[in-house]
């Protein structure tokens, strides 16, 4: 069974700020990963998408990497700014075309 | 262009009751997912639909069910509501198969049931 986990669970920073959030999985058959933002009430927008194949993806401030062989993976968002306050969820689609979620980290960035 | 329209937003059930929720999804996207999320499960896949025919689904009971129609809408319903059933159900949808690409997400519709 595939178990998703993400931490921190929270997380506040001073704008300007570098910071990782962390996903790990237990079950490496995974057909790619995807990570999410999530505004409260909203509905989610997707961010990055990593193919089992692949290493990272970059998109602006924001690059994501997985290691299967360890059943990690990582959001790096570079100069963090207020708008960028959310939470991040990562999901694993796995490669029987079953899809998990983690609980997210809400992340908040101060002015 | 448009986004996933999801309606209604809000809606309040009693048990035992049955609800239908809709989903419109992006033009010319094939694809629609439906996702429940609540405070204790988190986001949970609940189905997929790729033109017309559900691919795939998650570890849900009979009472959740879904359709989707030829111009891709998509429909779930949910019979003899449970107190456990009140949730956000959101739906996405996206040009190829949910796991190949970019899904582009509606606001949801908060269910509660009481």
């Known amino acids: 069974k595939q178990e998703v986990t993400q931490i921190p669970a929270a997380l506040s920073v001073p704008e300007g700020e570098n910071l990782v959030l962390n996903c790990s999985f237990t079950d490496s058959a995974i057909y790619n990963l995807q990570w999410f933002r999530q505004d409260p009430g909203k509905g989610l927008t997707s961010l990055l998408l990593?193919?089992?194949?692949?290493r990272e993806q970059t998109s602006g401030r924001l690059n994501a990497s997985l290691d299967k062989s360890s059943g990690r993976s990582t959001l790096y968002i570079a100069a963090s700014q207020p708008g960028d306050s959310a939470t991040y969820l990562c999901a694993v689609n796995r490669n029987n075309n079953d899809m998990r979620f983690g609980a997210g980290t809400r992340l908040t960035v101060k002015p | 262009k448009a986004g996933v329209t999801q309606t209604p937003r809000y809606l309040i059930k009693t048990r035992g009751q049955q609800v239908t929720l809709s989903c419109s999804p992006i033009?010319?996207?094939?694809?629609v997912s439906w996702y429940q999320q609540t405070p204790g499960q988190g986001l949970q896949f609940l189905f997929e639909y790729f033109s017309e025919t559900q691919r795939n689904k998650g570890n849900f009971p009979g009472r959740f069910s879904g359709r989707q129609f030829s111009n891709s809408r998509s429909e779930m319903n949910v019979s003899t509501l449970e107190l456990g059933d009140s949730a956000l159900y959101l739906c996405?949808?996206?040009?190829?198969?949910?796991?190949?690409?970019?899904?582009?997400f509606g606001e949801g519709s908060r269910l509660t049931v009481l």
């Open positions: 996405a949808s996206s040009l190829r198969e949910r796991r190949a690409g970019e899904l582009f």
């Open positions: 033009s010319g996207h094939r694809s």
């Open positions: 990593i193919q089992s194949s692949q």
